[in-house]
């Protein structure tokens, strides 16, 4: 059977028309298949990003939870030093009333002594030498009190640089709270 030429012509055409439907069919393939790669090459760096989010939410919540700790911690310890603070504060007011009562003691004994002294002349020399033991023991106690008022002061000023330090170590601390938390 022979083959017209109109036939052979239609032939030509479809196949000419579906080999250009069948490369652009592959050519959207290809495209497809490419942005099936850049659509997954986005979501695994998304998902590496989450996880990265996560670890560093982690991070950040055991240091918040760090921060909280020491913060109590610190509450703790300043009221500790204040009721301190507080009792050496007493105990210098007890120190230096009894120092002022010490040196009321000593103007009294003075004054005895003064009177003492016109008196001693006809008094016994020992009597003398036991009045001399008593204002040197007196004396001695006044440099005692001192000596305590003295180590209290001391201690008030170190306890205050403590407190002092702990205020600023407490305000430190608090701003990294709030930084955590905003």
């Known amino acids: 059977m022979a083959r017209s030429p109109e036939r052979e012509g239609f ?3 479809s196949t000419v028309d579906l080999k250009l439907q ?5 050519n959207e393939c290809r495209r497809l298949q490419e942005q099936v ?4 090459s986005r979501l695994q760096k998304i998902n ?3 996880k990265l989010s996560k670890a ?3 991070l950040n919540e055991k240091a918040l939870a760090k921060c909280k700790k020491e913060k109590s911690e610190m509450v703790g310890f300043c009221k500790r030093l204040s009721s301190l603070c507080s009792d050496l504060e007493r105990e210098c007011s007890t120190y230096e009333s009894d120092l002022q009562r010490y040196m009321e003691s000593l103007e009294e004994t003075r004054r005895e002594n ?11 020399q020992s009597e003398e030498a036991k009045l001399i033991a008593e204002i040197e023991a007196m004396e001695k106690d006044k440099q005692r009190v001192l000596t305590n008022i003295t180590q209290a002061e001391q201690e008030v000023r170190t306890l205050s640089l ?3 330090y702990l205020q600023q170590r407490h305000a430190h ?3 990294i709270i709030k930084k955590y938390q905003q």
């Not at 790669?37 to 997954?40: A, E, G, K, Q, T």
């Not at 003064?114 to 016994?124: C, F, G, V």
């Open 114 to 124: 003064e009177e003492l002294n016109a008196i001693s002349q006809q008094q016994h």
């Open 11 to 13: 032939r030509n055409e």
């Open 48 to 50: 590496s990003q989450i």
């Open 173 to 175: 601390l608090m701003a």
């Open 56 to 58: 560093e939410y982690e």
């Open 37 to 40: 790669f850049d659509l997954n």
């Open 162 to 164: 403590g407190n002092k």
């Open 22 to 26: 069948l490369s652009a069919s592959q």
